[in-house]
């Protein structure tokens, strides 16, 4: 069965700087999809930004950008000028080609200090 | 657009009560699903389906019922509420694979049940 590990319950980081939040998978699929989902104190999940695996290219949707390690089976998430409205949960998460489900990893708390 | 409508937003139950949680999305997905979230745990995958007529367990389906009988509305029962489904609900649907590729899932608001 695939996993999702999110290994940083919580991360902190200064406004206007860069922080990175790890999240490694295991699977046995070689085509699959990787988010991030963010989770403000509203509680809505809002999706930040996709990987395709059979795409080499980091995805980067503005501030956020990932590194995607296929051989690694790692997915990190980079945000770079650190907004306090960034302040929230986040998730990642997992989707193989052969299921519509998603498994999602633990979150991380990321605290943003002016 | 409405998107994924979750009712109620807050409930609190009894031991042993029954209770319906409601969702509905107008946006022709076919895959729809039930999650659960509770402190340290992310995430976890209650019951979902893939069309009218077609449901099937997640990771932890005890205690819940589902049935799919039309594309837009996908209720979650709890038959006999237990405090141990004290947490916070998300529906969230999306396109199947094969049609719409990378669809990602778009959530509800949430529920939060309190199970005294």
């Known amino acids: 069965a695939q996993t999702v590990t999110q290994s940083q319950p919580e991360m902190s980081v200064q406004e206007a700087e860069t922080v990175t939040l790890s999240c490694t998978y295991d699977?046995?699929?070689?085509?699959?999809?990787l988010f991030w989902y963010k989770q403000p104190p509203s509680r809505q999940m809002i999706l930040v930004i996709r990987?395709?695996?059979?795409?080499?290219q980091n995805a980067t949707e503005n501030r956020f950008s990932v590194n995607f390690q296929k051989a690694a089976k790692s997915f990190s998430l980079k945000i770079s000028d650190s907004q306090l409205g960034d302040a929230a949960m986040y998730f990642c998460a997992y989707r193989g080609d052969n299921t519509d489900k998603l498994i999602f990893g633990t979150g991380t708390r990321l605290q943003v200090f002016p | 657009n409405a998107g994924v409508t979750q009712t109620p937003k807050f409930q609190v139950l009894k031991t042993g009560q029954s209770m319906t949680l409601q969702c509905a999305q107008d946006m022709n997905h076919e895959y729809m699903s039930w999650y659960r979230q509770d402190p340290g745990m992310g995430l976890r995958l209650i019951h979902y389906s893939v069309g009218a007529g077609i449901t099937d367990q997640g990771e932890v389906p005890n205690g819940y019922n589902v049935s799919r009988s039309t594309t837009e509305d996908f209720p979650l029962r709890l038959l006999s509420a237990a405090p141990s489904q004290t947490s916070v609900y998300f529906c969230a649907s999306s396109y199947i694979r094969g049609r719409v590729y990378n669809s990602p899932l778009h959530f509800g608001n949430g529920t939060r049940l309190t199970v005294t």
């Open positions: 699977t046995s699929e070689s085509d699959y999809y």
């Open positions: 990987q395709e695996a059979y795409k080499q």
